[in-house]
């Protein structure tokens, strides 16, 4: 239960209720963008291997494991 709390506390909070309420109205980012795109193309088996790679349920979590991973594969090659 603490690192479900962990987490949830990590997100960034809603400044106020309207915040909250406009959040469906609004246009993705980029690099959400980028993340449905990355989603959409996995399989059924990919997505279930990244969810558990990010130990969560919620696809943005796989695609924020994907990103710290590339990132971690980027700077090794460059300390090569």
Excluded: F, H
Aim: proline share 2%.
């Amino acid at each position: 239960m603490d690192l479900w709390l962990q987490r949830l506390s990590a997100r960034t909070p809603y400044a106020r209720i309207e915040d909250m309420k406009n959040e469906d109205d609004r246009e993705p980012t980029s690099d959400e963008t980028a993340g449905m795109v990355w989603w959409n193309s996995l399989d059924e088996a990919d997505r279930a291997a990244w969810l558990a790679r990010a130990g969560s349920a919620v696809a943005a979590d796989a695609w924020m494991a994907y990103k710290r991973l590339a990132d971690v594969e980027r700077q090794s090659r460059t300390l090569n």
